[in-house]
């Protein structure tokens, strides 16, 4: 039985290490700077989320002669996407209103021939400019249709409900906003939290080489103990930073009433975030540490780790880049269950909805599989690299050494 052994059994040793690794970063600055500056973003976020997804996008002004324009108006901008306020006044009100900005537009004119005019400030917003010419053009159908002896507003009842039958081989997923913001928001913090913790184990286990202080542990505890314990406490600050801005965002979301989706789909997000948070952190940091102990210095330790880093980085980029406009694209959905890019890629997924259970379950379960492999593979590079110093360790003869 070794002196290790003697004075501290496994796992107390692992959890003496991570204690010390809690109560260290939980103090820092650092820690608490990020979790409140997360949080101002977050809560910012959503204040901005209130303030522009409320409201019309521009209010109009229709005068006596145009007041039969209101409804047409708010119908015809609905069909292309836009909401409008429409108000009656007269017509020197009205332009006042436009020339102090109070008021976006005054259409004026005759509403029985399509013959208008629009008054505005300096100029007319493209998006209100094609609802105002396609209402002119449905006013000057209207007029010829009268003209011919028809009736208009039947030909627009028949218009209306001209359709084609769609049908799809499959069945589509109705995608919210809602969901794709989350699925957003989501794959930032996760990557955030992977690349700020991962990085925090690098950087700890190249501080204690450098300083000499590993051989002072690893006198009276493992190599493997020391690895583990430093994953595990900084994971569990991580977890706990998590926790508190998961929490804080969705409270926010919910109380401004920002989030057009339901709340347990909210709730089961964020318990979805903390999962993939701790799986991947664990995953990754495994291997930020194995890396960081083949160094000895810290303007090393971005080289040594950036391989790695750059599975993290890839799965980020394709997340936002991919999948906000093609939620069901093919290639993020089978990267996703590949565990490496798993950690950010599949809670994108889950938020944004639409992902089959055995899809969830195979991702969750490779990780899983991985993670034993890496912690042996990781704890012979750590055992063998942590106590040399000097020169960078090849990474070839970390593996071999005895």
């Not at 501290?8 to 820092?28: C, D, H, I, P």
């Not at 959503?46 to 409320?54: D, F, R």
């Not at 449905?138 to 039958?165: F, R």
């Amino acid at each position: 039985m070794t002196n290790a052994d003697v004075r501290f059994g496994s796992w107390e040793a692992v959890r003496l290490v991570a204690s010390r690794e809690v109560t260290t970063k939980m103090r820092s600055k650092a820690f608490i700077i990020t979790t409140v500056a997360t949080l101002v973003l977050l809560v910012g976020f959503a204040l901005v989320m209130k303030v522009v997804g409320g409201g019309s996008d521009a209010t109009i002004g229709v005068t006596s002669q145009t007041g039969a324009l209101a409804e047409p108006l708010k119908a015809t901008a609905s069909r292309i996407g836009q909401s409008v306020d429409v108000k009656t006044v007269d017509e020197k009100a009205g332009r006042d209103q436009v020339a102090d900005g109070s008021m976006d537009a005054l259409v004026i004119g005759d509403a029985t021939n399509g013959k208008l005019r629009v008054v505005v400030k300096k100029d007319l917003d493209d998006n209100l400019r094609n609802a105002l010419n396609v209402l002119a053009g449905q006013l000057t159908l209207n007029k010829e249709i009268a003209d011919l002896g028809g009736d208009p507003a039947q030909v627009q009842s028949s218009v209306a409900s001209a359709s084609v039958d769609v049908e799809p081989l499959e069945k589509p997923y109705p995608y919210q906003s809602g969901q794709l913001v989350l699925g957003i928001v989501a794959g930032i913090l996760i990557y955030m939290s992977l690349l700020l913790n991962g990085q925090m184990v690098a950087q700890g286990v190249v501080e204690e080489k450098s300083s000499r202080v590993v051989e002072l542990l690893l006198s009276t505890i493992r190599p493997w103990q020391l690895m583990a314990g430093k994953v595990l406490g900084i994971g569990f600050v991580g977890f706990v930073q998590m926790v508190v801005v998961g929490g804080v965002g969705l409270i926010a979301a919910l109380g401004l009433d920002v989030l057009s989706i339901s709340t347990s789909a909210a709730v089961g997000t964020v318990v979805w975030l903390v999962v993939w948070y701790l799986l991947g952190f664990i995953m990754y940091s495994l291997v930020f540490a194995a890396l960081a102990a083949l160094v000895s210095r810290q303007e090393d330790v971005g080289g040594v780790i950036t391989p790695a880093l750059m599975f993290v980085i890839v799965g980020y980029i394709i997340g936002i880049s991919v999948l906000p406009s093609d939620p069901g694209n093919t290639l993020a959905e089978v990267l996703s269950v590949i565990p490496v890019f798993a950690p950010t890629l599949m809670p994108m997924r889950l938020a944004m909805g639409g992902v089959p259970v055995w899809e969830a379950i195979l991702s969750v379960g490779l990780v899983l599989a991985l993670i034993p492999a890496l912690v042996w593979l990781s704890g012979r590079i750590y055992a063998n690299a942590v106590m040399r110093s000097g020169a960078r360790v090849k990474l070839k003869d970390a593996l071999n050494l005895a």
